[in-house]
């Protein structure tokens, strides 16, 4: 069965500083990774994804993410975080060898500080 | 840029009622899917659909529940009969394709049940 962790309920960082929100996964076969935001009173928004290849990733707004087999994780970095970032984060993962759907981590809720 | 919609915002309804929550995914996408995320709780998977059938679902979707492809762009989620615990909110969202595409999501639909 496939499974998301994100360790950390909040991560408090301020406004300037690299930020990082951490998760892990488990899942039988290859899996496929992706991080998304989501504002208050908004759906999810799709930030990056990891499929194959380079194991660190460029997505939207400056977020990278690194993809470590040995670890199991694939966790979301900013070099300097803004005061907007402060949202909600998801990690997601589709098994690649069973189905469509995602599965989702608890989230983590990220507070930038001025 | 394209995004999906969801009507209504907010559904106030009386449990055993039925109600139909509707969605309509970006134009040219082919694969459409329904979470739900309770208050404080994590996103979960509950259905997708792809070709007019459904190719996945959960075990949170039983009887109570079923989907439909009306036409060519609207998606819906019917409950049946509702229960205290299908409060919610309900996200809908589309891929281009399964596989490596990411899913984009609509800003949710609200379901209280009184």
């Known amino acids: 069965a496939q499974s998301v962790a994100q360790p950390e309920d909040q991560v408090n960082v301020a406004e300037g500083n690299p930020l990082t929100v951490k998760c892990t996964y488990s899942v039988s076969g290859n899996p496929y990774l992706f991080w998304y935001v989501q504002y208050p009173n908004r759906g999810l928004q799709f930030l990056l994804k990891?499929?194959?290849?380079?194991?660190l990733v460029k997505g939207s707004y400056g977020f990278e993410a690194e993809f470590n087999k040995s670890q199991t994780s694939f966790h979301l970095k900013k070099p300097s975080a803004l005061v907007s970032d402060s949202a909600l984060y998801f990690c997601?993962?589709?098994?690649?060898?069973?189905?469509?759907?995602?599965?989702f981590g608890p989230g983590t809720r990220l507070s930038v500080l001025p | 840029e394209p995004e999906v919609t969801q009507t209504p915002s907010h559904q106030v309804t009386q449990m055993g009622q039925e109600v139909i929550l509707r969605c309509v995914p970006i134009s040219n996408h082919l694969y459409f899917y329904w979470y739900r995320q309770i208050l404080g709780q994590k996103v979960e998977f509950l259905v997708s659909f792809y070709n007019n059938e459904i190719s996945e679902k959960s075990e949170i979707f039983d009887d109570q529940f079923s989907v439909e492809r009306p036409d060519g762009s609207n998606f819906t989620l019917k409950i049946r009969s509702t229960k205290l615990e299908d409060s919610a909110m309900y996200f809908c969202?589309?891929?281009?394709?399964?596989?490596?595409?990411?899913?984009?999501f609509g800003p949710g639909t609200r379901l209280t049940v009184t």
């Open positions: 997601a993962v589709r098994d690649v060898d069973y189905g469509q759907n995602f599965v």
């Open positions: 990891y499929i194959t290849g380079d194991n």
């Open positions: 969202a589309s891929s281009a394709s399964g596989g490596t595409y990411e899913q984009y």
